[in-house]
């Protein structure tokens, strides 16, 4: 190969390799461009990226602050909704305290009204005995002057009832008591002479007997009290009487004597026998009378048991003490008696085996009469006046009388118990209210020794120092009844005025009873 054709060779080669060059400048030169713009863009997005955070740092804050906004707003509104539920309940508390005081004052005015005519009640009753007494006195009456009494104790009676009062208020008792004539007072030489001591109702309820220290016995028909049979006495000896029960099964009245005799009649003029076994007085006799056994007890301290199918056979000693036994009762299904002393003690024997069950000793100390009832309560009455009820020897207390209780009498069909005592007064006791005024029959001049309940329990017989026997009935709505039959016209208007009072209302009472 020439020279020439080398160098043009080469030249072209070397021109091949300028173009090369040349192209790969300006590819490089794009490639710096492209890298330039590159960066360009990078910058921008960077720029971008920087703009977008702070808009969300921005849009974060603010986020933040509309939470904050938002929670401060919940918070106030749960503030809000507990304002407006606390100023709700003190709303409605207000609203119930003024209807309670409403209520109250209601109540008030309708108890003011209540006591008002309760109040109006006793008056009226206070008032109708003291103008029936009254009229006792006056010769000549008007009929409207003979009705008031009774139309006033009427009207007690109906305000008493009506407006919910004590059912054994003692004025309203009183009232009806007295203006209806009730009760008998049996006094004379045909009757006693002296302190009637005991009495006992027979079980048939058509008779009652009394004892007395005049030394005599009465049988009384409760249709015709006012003439009693006597019972025939042993002529070789006079006797005081203390003490009186009657046999169910054969009709036999036995009277326990101050001397320690007991005296038995099969009826008035046929003598059966008289006991002997004790020194001193037969304060009271029992009738057990499922067991045909008759229970005495007496101040020489002997307690014994008779046989009524055989007074013949020699009594059976159930126990002896160095006490002064003073009463005695059966409990009511006859399974137990208790015996009492002036010691104040109380002991209680099996009625069957006469093995001594239990002792109770009274701080209380003299215990005068005994008496059980339905529920196994033992009612204990005490010399100082005091009244106690127990079971086992626990219980709750009272003072009955100003002056020791006598005697006890329950019925159970009502749940009354009756008292008398010392201090001249019978009172009918509710059992279920002891806390309220009992009836009160003052009917004695002197102090009250024995009572004993009609078989209809609704008669008390009494008698007393003062030598009379008294018949009381004792249920008010019988006392209310009898007095109606002779009530055929209202209180007057003008009555109702000088009586009652103008601020109640006028109304007719009758027939609305």
């Known amino acids: ?129 003291k103008i029936f007494k009254n009229n006792q006195k006056t010769e000549k009456l008007n009929q409207e002057q003979a009705d008031l009494p009774l139309i006033m104790a009427y009207q007690a009676y109906y305000f008493n009832k009506r407006y919910k009062g004590n059912p054994y208020d003692p004025d309203v008792y009183a009232a009806l008591s007295a203006v209806s004539n009730s009760s008998v007072s049996i006094r004379g030489q045909n009757i006693h002479t002296d302190a009637v001591r005991d009495v006992a109702v027979a079980p048939g309820g058509k008779f009652f007997v009394t004892c007395s220290d005049d030394g005599t016995v009465k049988k009384f028909k409760f249709t015709d009290p006012e003439n009693p049979e006597s019972y025939k006495m042993p002529k070789d000896k006079e006797y005081r009487f203390r003490s009186v029960a009657i046999d169910s099964k054969q009709g036999m009245v036995m009277v326990g004597t101050y001397d320690g005799k007991i005296l038995v009649w099969n009826s008035p003029n046929d003598l059966k026998t008289i006991l002997v076994g004790n020194k001193l007085s037969i304060n009271q006799l029992v009738v057990l ?9 007496s101040n020489d301290g002997y307690v014994r048991s008779w046989n009524m199918a055989d007074f013949q056979s020699a009594a059976e000693l159930v126990f002896q003490v160095n006490e002064k036994f003073t009463s005695c009762a059966v409990n009511y299904d006859e399974s137990k008696f208790a015996v009492a002393s002036t010691k104040g003690m109380i002991r209680i024997f099996d009625a069957s085996t006469y093995e001594l069950i239990s002792t109770y000793e009274s701080k209380e100390g003299n215990i005068q009469a005994l008496c059980w009832n339905k529920k196994d309560e033992l009612l204990i009455g005490y010399a100082s006046g005091k009244l106690e009820m127990t079971v086992d020897g626990k219980g709750t207390s009272m003072f009955a009388h100003a002056s020791g209780v006598n005697e006890i009498a329950f019925d159970d069909e009502k749940n009354r118990m009756i008292t008398c005592g010392y201090d001249g007064k019978i009172k009918i006791w509710d059992y279920s209210n002891l806390d309220a005024e009992p009836s009160v029959i003052d009917g004695h001049n002197d102090w009250v020794y024995c009572i004993a309940l009609g078989n209809d329990k609704s008669t008390v017989v009494s008698g007393g120092a003062d030598n009379g026997i008294l018949l009381s009935k004792i249920n008010i709505e019988d006392l209310k009844n009898l007095i109606r039959k002779n009530v055929s016209k209202n209180m007057s208007y003008k009555n109702w005025l000088n009586y009652v009072g103008e601020d109640i209302d006028y109304f007719k009472t009758l027939p609305n009873d």
């Not at 703009?51 to 509309?66: G, M, N, T």
């Not at 409403?102 to 009226?124: C, F, I, P, Q, Y």
């Not at 009378?289 to 007890?297: C, F, Y």
């Open 1 to 129: 190969m020439s020279s020439e054709r080398l160098a043009i060779e080469k030249s072209v080669a070397a021109d091949v390799q300028k173009r090369e060059a040349i192209s790969h400048r300006k590819i490089a030169e794009q490639q710096q461009l492209i890298a330039n713009e590159e960066r360009r863009m990078a910058e921008e997005q960077k720029l971008y990226a920087l703009q977008q955070r702070k808009e969300a740092i921005y849009q974060k804050s603010l986020a933040l602050k509309a939470k904050n906004v938002a929670e401060k707003a919940e918070e106030e509104a749960v503030e809000a909704k507990q304002e407006a539920e606390r100023l709700r309940d003190t709303a409605l508390i207000e609203k119930q305290r003024a209807e309670e005081q409403k209520e109250r004052a209601e109540l008030s005015e309708a108890r003011t009204d209540t006591l008002r005519r309760l109040a109006v009640a006793k008056s009226l009753s206070v008032q109708a005995v």
């Open 289 to 297: 009378k499922e067991k045909d056994r008759l229970i005495s007890v």
